[in-house]
């Protein structure tokens, strides 16, 4: 199912969430680029990937699945690769399956020695989809994976360093 995009305002579509990151932009990177680590730090404090496939390559597509507190697994969602620069970007579409997608954009911006701002751009096809992502918590969700992101990439860090 894929609706026309909305050409409106993308303001009224869209949630930023930007965070400032003691680590070099290559280990936020590589943290989003490879299943067994998206695992370990991906989605909102309790909701565990019970799926998580990824074929990280411009045209490879990923799929995750959440578990909720529960222990119930929630629908699968993913989408494809538009664009991926090292160390710079990430671009992709994202969605329930079945649904209209959304399109996400990372970057990395680095700022200094050991320092990176990770912003995270998400653009919503209509305001409809905004409404219903952002009322069941989906900036709220991306806050809460950015504490576990940032606490993995701490310990990539530290890794790194040995």
């Known amino acids: 199912?894929?609706?026309?995009?909305?050409?409106s305002?993308?303001?009224s579509r869209e949630v930023v969430i930007t965070r400032d990151?003691?680590?070099p932009a290559h280990l936020l990177f590589l943290a989003y680029s490879r299943a067994d680590y998206v695992k370990q730090w991906f989605g909102p404090k309790g909701w565990p990937l019970s799926t998580c496939e990824i074929d990280f390559r411009v045209g490879g597509r990923f799929r995750?699945?959440?578990?909720?507190?529960?222990?119930r697994e929630?629908?699968?969602f993913g989408g494809e690769y538009l664009e991926i620069v090292p160390d710079r970007k990430i671009v992709y579409d994202n969605g329930f399956e079945g649904a209209d997608k959304m399109?996400?954009?990372i970057t990395y911006e680095p700022l200094g020695q050991r320092k990176t701002r990770l912003i995270i751009h998400t653009l919503f096809?209509?305001?409809?989809?905004?409404e219903q992502h952002v009322g069941y918590g989906y900036a709220e969700g991306i806050e809460s994976g950015m504490e576990q992101f940032i606490a993995f990439v701490a310990g990539l860090e530290a890794e790194s360093e040995r």
């Open 103 to 105: 399109l996400v954009t």
């Open 21 to 23: 990151i003691n680590a």
């Open 74 to 76: 929630g629908p699968p």
């Open 125 to 130: 096809p209509t305001i409809e989809m905004y």
């Open 9 to 11: 305002d993308t303001k």
């Open 1 to 7: 199912m894929t609706s026309a995009p909305d050409t």
């Open 64 to 71: 995750f699945a959440m578990t909720g507190p529960d222990g």
